[in-house]
């Protein structure tokens, strides 16, 4: 049976988890191409489809590629006012704009709940393409953005959050990855994944193969949070995903020294989320100079899975 993952051109598919497909077209060029959309997560319209932009442009820099041109996907409720419906469309072609692409065009359906985001194209070159394998002991684990986001986004669903809180989420949410990937390509990294919607350990356990001999250790005392994050996590504000992410993931990690509410902080969602960059030794120095708020957040080790543990437990 011929499966799409054997066609000698399709580089990243359907075999592997990754965060794009990757389709060989010379020696010299690579199409990068992803989707993803969801409904808002802030109340402002522009922000909403700008992070919705950022979030989905997020993909083909996690593969270290540019991004092209990119389709809008949008689902509207007939009742919402034309002007909200513009505004999450420029907040979306803004941010699109920002990371050197364009809007190219889109499709748009009538639904109960808005919903938006983008399919992308983009470039890389075959032999510079990032991707969640290759990670050796003695790597090291850095994280491009602080996590939080899904905590601090359902604070504000309850009232909980101060307006300093929402808007460092919100520029969080905001900042695109590009200048992560491009630091990543210009030192050869090869391996690197976004945080998004399975948390940190959901998609850091995707970089990992069972057999391989490779494991993650993190350490909690090094993880970056957004601001509030911490004091609302420990009282319990937390999205759904992630339970449902521990749920599906547990199995995964291990923890040590850790309190239960920290634990799941682990596999709470994110949006918009940095990169997790595998960097050797010799180049974490120059990668985090690089990169403005990456932080080293544990080692690759010999090993089987993930565990994190508490150096200040």
Known sequence: MFLPEDHPDLLVGLGRA??????????????VATTDFFTPVVDDPWSYGAIAAANALSDVYAMGGRPLFALNIAAFPESLPPEIIAAILRGGAEKVKEAGAVIAGGH???????KYGLVVIGEVHPDKILTKGGARPGDKLVLTKPL???VVTTGIKRGLTT???IEAVTRSMLA???????????????????IT???????????????DGVGFRFDFARLPFLPGTLRMAEDWVYPGGAHNNREYFAASARFTGLEEWQELLCFSPETSGG?????????EAA?????????TVGEVVAGEGLEVVHSRA
Not at 176 to 194: C, I, K, V, W
Not at 198 to 207: D, K, Q, R, V
Not at 287 to 295: K, N, Q, R, S
């Open 197 to 211: 919607g399975f948390g940190l350990i959901g998609h850091a356990s995707e970089m990992l193969v069972p057999g």
């Open 163 to 165: 307006d300093a809180e």
């Open 176 to 194: 695109l990855n590009r200048r992560a990937a491009e630091a990543a390509s210009e030192l050869g990294l090869r391996s690197a994944t976004d």
């Open 148 to 150: 939080g986001v899904g």
């Open 108 to 114: 748009t359906i009538s639904d109960k709940e808005p």
């Open 287 to 295: 990668y985090l100079a690089a990169v403005e708020g990456a932080v």
């Open 18 to 31: 990754d965060d794009a497909a990757v389709y060989r077209l010379d020696a010299d060029r690579a199409l």
């Open 275 to 283: 990169l997790l960059v595998i960097v050797p030794p010799a180049d």
